[in-house]
């Protein structure tokens, strides 16, 4: 056997057994979910009754006490739950020495990528033994996005440009969504491209002029809920950025589907597929 082979085989082996030990340390009974989407994929997984703490904007916090959010965790507050495990993003991953000083196992998936979010449906799944049901989890979503697929009626790919943020807000900027970011992996899904390559950004690191280069066929503006005048707002915003030099076709999409990724991503997509296939003429209706 040559030493290549060799290393290969002693790394699948190796894999298997820091899989299997990653299982046994991580206890499902009592757990603390950092995040709305980590609380979403423990439901999908028939684990809601091992929640027992949730972050600040997570849907249960009528009923379950509030440890914190994606840059701060109440370690009293976690601790008061006697939580057997915390569930947690990658962003949260920053406070694993003060989770194990405090004797907490603590994991930490990823949700920024459609990959990433599909890994960590197989890695909690493998962490509380819900195997079974992640692989259904993931044949289902599979089925939703072909399903999906169906509506597509354009053979050449849209040209978006994805912005994240409220188009009137003077206090919080908007962002440019890039190829690191959930919506990149969206739009392919859709037959779209992503008119921005970069790195996701604020909108202010790039000048008017580079923005008006990028001619997208579309502008996706994302908000946290859509509201009254929005759509209208976001036009005028455009055409003052781009002095009227042929404003695209826009339109407003929010709620929670497009603002907190997870395995709920099948609903973003289906919002993306309709804002495509709408007329400008029905947006401004």
């Not at 959010?69 to 915390?86: I, W």
Request: proline share 4%; with cysteine; net charge negative.
């Amino acid at each position: 056997m040559s030493t290549r082979n060799f290393f290969r085989i002693w790394f699948c082996v190796f894999a298997l057994f820091a899989d299997a030990a990653l299982a046994n340390d991580f206890d499902c009974t009592r757990v603390v979910s950092l995040a709305p989407s980590v609380s979403e994929l423990m439901d999908e997984l028939t684990l809601s009754d091992r929640i027992v703490a949730v972050s600040r904007f997570d849907p249960r916090t009528s009923t379950l006490p509030q440890i914190g959010d994606l840059y701060s965790v109440n370690f009293e507050a976690l601790l008061r739950v006697r939580p057997t495990g915390v569930l947690g993003l990658n962003e949260h991953s920053r406070l694993s020495k003060e989770f194990s000083d405090l004797g907490v196992a603590a994991e930490f998936v990823d949700h920024r990528r459609i990959g990433s979010i599909r890994d960590s449906i197989r890695q909690v799944g493998l962490l509380c033994n819900r195997e079974r049901e992640a692989s259904a989890l993931l044949s289902r979503i599979d089925k939703e996005v072909l399903q999906l697929q169906k509506q597509i009626e354009w053979d050449e790919p849209f040209r978006v440009l994805v912005v994240i943020g409220i188009p009137h807000s003077g206090d919080a900027p908007l962002f440019v969504s890039g190829s690191d970011g959930f919506f990149f992996d969206l739009l392919r899904l859709a037959n779209a491209t992503s008119v921005y390559a970069g790195h996701s950004t604020s909108l202010t690191e790039l000048s008017n002029e580079a923005v008006s280069r990028l001619h997208p066929d579309r502008i996706l503006h994302i908000v946290p809920v859509v509201q009254n005048g929005d759509i209208a707002t976001a036009k005028m915003y455009w055409q003052s950025m781009w002095s009227g030099n042929g404003v695209s076709e826009i339109q407003v999409l929010g709620g929670y589907d497009m603002n907190v990724p997870g395995p709920n991503y099948p609903r973003a997509l289906s919002q993306i597929l309709g804002a495509l296939s709408q007329h400008s003429e029905e947006l401004q209706g």
